[in-house]
């Protein structure tokens, strides 16, 4: 891979992640739009986050991180791909998020599916506790799907 200027997306193809046996080809093509997504707005300490939902009717949102140059500004990609589901829908309408993918690139050239931050976690099982959220495990370094609730033990439930 040859090195690209800095705070541009490598030059050469970043390595994909497989998708796992586990995956529905739903969720399959979430990874897939995350993952096309990043690589066409990639740019270190800037873009280095794309996430797709789909929400219960079936639709795909997409989000990218915006950093800040104060971080407390910085929106995170799985926000942006929330709020972007929210507004596609009448406010009457509960936000029903099924399924969430979010990837970064690693400096290896490669992606990752990432989970989600404290924050975010907080926000996906807020309004989809169910949601199921892809993540890659530490210690076997395998995606998997977890409910969104179970991202946060013991979360406090707020009612709306």
Not at 47 to 55: F, M, P, Q
């Amino acid at each position: 891979m040859s090195a690209a200027p800095s705070g541009t997306a490598p030059t050469t193809a970043i390595a994909r992640v497989a998708v796992p046996a586990s995956m529905s080809d739903g969720d399959a093509e979430l990874l897939a739009l995350a993952q096309e997504l990043l690589a066409s707005v990639w740019r270190d300490g800037r873009h280095e986050v794309a996430s797709a939902v789909r929400t219960a009717d079936g639709a795909v949102h997409t989000g990218v991180h915006l950093e800040g140059s104060c971080r407390r500004s910085s929106i995170c990609a799985e926000g942006v791909a929330l709020g972007a589901a929210r507004g596609a829908y009448p406010g009457e309408r509960p936000l029903e998020v099924t399924s969430v993918v979010s990837v970064q690139i690693k400096p290896a050239g490669r992606f990752r599916v990432i989970a989600p931050c404290g924050v975010c976690r907080e926000l996906i099982s807020d309004y989809s506790p169910d949601a199921t959220v892809w993540i890659t495990t530490v210690e076997e370094n395998e995606v998997v799907p977890v409910r969104a609730l179970d991202l946060l033990p013991d979360k406090s439930r707020r009612a709306w």
